[in-house]
Structure formats: C-alpha cells, structure tokens
T-cell receptor
Framework: DGGITQSPKYLFRKEGQNVTLSCEQNLNHDAMYWYRQDPGQGLRLIYYSQIVNDFQKGDIAEGYSVSREKKESFPLTVTSAQKNPTAFYLC??????????FGQGTRLTVV | DQQVKQNSPSLSVQEGRISILNCDYTNSMFDYFLWYKKYPAEGPTFLISISSIKDKNEDGRFTVFLNKSAKHLSLHIVPSQPGDSAVYFCAASGANNLFFGTGTRLTVIP
C-alpha cells in the first residue's frame, strides 16, 4: 500500500531542545517537501529535495535542517535556533508536474 | 514575499450554487498549478491541476481556469455541496519547488 508516512503524530519539545520529525514514502518519488502550517495560516515551504543528497531552502528555512540520504526518507530537524517552533508540520512527495501526496502531519508543541 | 496569494480568507455559498475560489501568483516561471482541499489536523487532499499550456481543466464538478497573462487561476465548484466545506489551497510549481497560498475557507450552506 503506497503512501507517505509522518511520525510521530504529536511531539513535545522543551525549550532549547532539537527534535527530528520523520517522513518516509514508498511511492518512488524523487521530490520531497516540508511545510509548516500555523493556525489560520497557509502552508509555508521550509525545505525541499529534488534528489538524494540534494536539498534547497524554502521560504522559512532558518532554524531547521534536513537530510536526504535515501530516496524514501526526508527527516526534518527543528533546532533550538527556531524560536517559534509550535506548528503543524506536513511532508509531501511528488513526481515533477504531478500532484503532491501529503502525510497526515506532525503537531509540534513547545512545553 | 508570498509568491502565491489567495486574497479571500473565507467564502460562503448556498448549496447547489457555484463556488468560485481565486488565486494569484507572482512568479512567471511557475508552469504547473494545483488545488487542494484540507481539513484541520490532516494533510491536504489533491483536487485538480492544470499545466501552463492549458487554460482550462475540468474534472466532474471541479473546473480550474488559468489566465497566464494575469497570473491568475480560479477553481469553480458546480454545484456546491455541504461536503465541500473545507479550506482550499492553491499551489504553484516551477523547477520542482511547490508553493502554496494562504487558503480560502469555503462554507456551503444547506
């Protein structure tokens, strides 16, 4: 059953702590994306990757880091440099010029 | 600066009537456009897309129109149904990036 899986669904972070959000896809897609959604807001692009071992910054990359060591996986690390990390995070993948498929999201809360 | 804009945060329509959602973009390099439907705490669901070589694409009750000279696209839903109530996002793509607008909350009144 093909799809894109994000984990965990809920994540709590203490001040000054790094956390990593997982995104795995078995759709054989080259391109993967990370977005952030704040309450009442749209989806803002954090990072995207077109191919293994390559990624580009989106509009709001500061305080985040990514890696793309495998085609199937695109983890996002929210670092302590991200001052306002509480948000809903969405991962997506696609083939160029087709629709993007999304995971179910991870809600990150700073405690 | 926002490259994809949806200037209407909300829209209310009577059941059975037409819903028209609008979207503007600034980057002339975008060549593929999409509309998504989203419920709270879920990932967006793809609705319909259009390539920049076309000006219209239709799928059932959903039609997307693209006006490249105006850098504007719209989604028409006819007839609107209560189950269409959700937040709708437009998205634009070029060179493998994919940018989304801020969304329009559609409410279809029975």
């Amino acid at each position: 059953d093909g799809g894109i899986t994000q984990s965990p669904k809920y994540l709590f972070r203490k001040e000054g702590q790094n956390v990593t959000l997982s995104c795995e896809q078995n759709l054989n897609h080259d391109a993967m994306y990370w977005y952030r959604q704040d309450p009442g807001q749209g989806l803002r692009l954090i990072y995207y990757s077109q191919i293994v071992n390559d990624f580009q910054k989106g509009d709001i990359a500061e305080g985040y880091s990514v890696s793309r060591e495998k085609k199937e996986s695109f983890p996002l690390t929210v670092t302590s440099a991200q001052k306002n990390p509480t948000a809903f995070y969405l991962c997506a993948s696609r083939v160029p010029n087709t629709e993007a498929f999304f995971g179910q999201g991870t809600r990150l809360t700073v405690v | 600066d926002q490259q994809v804009k949806q200037n209407s945060p909300s829209l209310s329509v009577q059941e059975g009537r037409i819903s028209i959602l609008n979207c503007d973009y600034t980057n002339s390099m975008f060549d593929y456009f999409l509309w998504y439907k989203k419920y709270p705490a879920e990932g967006p669901t793809f609705l319909i897309s259009i390539s920049s070589i076309k000006d219209k694409n239709e799928d059932g009750r959903f039609t997307v129109f693209l006006n490249k000279s105006a850098k504007h696209l719209s989604l028409h839903i006819v007839p609107s149904q209560p189950g269409d109530s959700a937040v709708y996002f437009c998205a634009a793509s070029g060179a493998n990036n994919l940018f989304f607008g801020t969304g329009t909350r559609l409410t279809v009144i029975p």
